[in-house]
C-alpha cells in the first residue's frame, strides 16, 4: 500500500501518465491500516482515505505488466500462482534484499518492538526509492 500510493503521488507531482500502479495484498484482511502508516504517508501528502485491500488473485496478476514484490516470501506468493516478479530493492538499486512491512514486521519481532520508527523508516526508504523504480521501468 505504502509503495502504490508513495508512487502515484510521484507520478502525479512529475506530470507522468502513462504509468498505473496498484497493490494487493497477499493476507488482506478486513481492517484498516496501521495508524502509523496513514500518518506516515499523510506526511508526504498521499491521500489513502479511498484504500481497500485487494487479496492477491490470478485474474488481478494477469492485469499487470510488471510486479513488484516486497520481499521474497511475497514473490513466492506471486510464483506459485505462475507469475514472474522481481523485488522492489532489485528494480530501485539492483539489490536482492527484502523490504518487509509493519505487519510482518511485528509477526516476526513481537508486539514489543518500537514500531513508530520502523515505519517512518520503511516508508521514508520507499519514498527515496521511488524515483529510481520510475526511471528503471521507463528506460
Request: charged share 25%; glycine share 2%; with cysteine.
Amino acid at each position: 500500500m505504502s509503495a502504490e500510493y508513495l508512487t502515484k503521488k510521484y507520478l502525479t507531482d512529475n506530470g507522468i501518465e502513462n504509468i498505473l500502479v496498484s497493490s494487493v495484498w497477499t493476507t488482506a484482511r478486513p481492517e484498516i491500516p496501521f495508524s502509523r502508516t496513514l500518518e506516515r504517508l499523510e506526511f508526504y501528502g498521499c491521500d489513502v482515505s479511498h484504500h481497500q485491500q485487494r487479496k492477491i488473485s490470478p485474474e488481478i496478476l494477469a492485469e499487470q505488466d510488471l510486479i513488484i514484490c516486497m520481499s521474497e516470501h511475497h514473490r513466492k506468493t506471486v510464483n506459485a500462482l505462475w507469475f514472474e516478479a522481481v523485488l522492489f530493492n532489485e528494480i530501485a538499486y539492483n539489490k536482492t534484499e527484502d523490504l518487509l512491512d509493519d505487519t510482518e514486521y511485528m509477526q516476526i519481532n513481537g508486539p514489543d518492538i518500537e514500531i513508530d520508527e520502523y515505519v517512518k523508516t520503511i516508508i521514508d526508504y520507499i519514498h527515496e526509492a521511488i524515483p529510481f523504480i520510475v526511471k528503471n521501468i521507463v528506460k
